[in-house]
Nanobody
Framework: QVQLVQSGGGVVQAGGSLRLSCAASGSFFRINTMGWFRQAPGKQRELVASITTGGSSNYGDYVKGRFTISRDNAKNTVYLQMNSLKPEDTAVYHC????????????????WGQGTLVTVSS
């Protein structure tokens, strides 16, 4: 079984910064892609950023230049540094792991973290 445990988040004023972390644990030896999605009330879940094992990253247009995703493969942890936060960044942020090579159970499509609320006040 593979689990993602998120930390960080909270309340910040517009223009401020927050850092999210997500650590993967369980019986696996490789996670191809890790990233973050978010869902605001009444809206669909959207991609924030993703990063591959090799370090290739992808961002939603709405966070480019403000958010930075990074990954520590040795610790199986992904980070999201969020700067210049805006009220429209308020959402529940979910960690995501895609294409997980497990030990003994083959390839697992995806796993989601529990979600953490980020609130940006104006």
């Amino acid at each position: 079984q593979v689990q993602l445990v998120q930390s960080g988040g909270g309340v910040v004023q517009a223009g401020g910064s927050l850092r999210l972390s997500c650590a993967a644990s369980g019986s696996f030896f490789r996670i191809n892609t890790m990233g973050w999605f978010r869902q605001a009330p009444g809206k669909q879940r959207e991609l924030v950023a993703s990063i591959t094992t090799g370090g290739s990253s992808n961002y939603g247009d709405y966070v480019k230049g403000r958010f930075t995703i990074s990954r520590d493969n040795a610790k199986n942890t992904v980070y999201l540094q969020m700067n210049s936060l805006k009220p429209e960044d308020t959402a529940v942020y979910h960690c995501h792991a895609g294409a997980i090579w497990t030990t003994g159970s083959g390839l697992l499509d995806e796993v989601w973290g529990q979600g953490t609320l980020v609130t940006v006040s104006s």
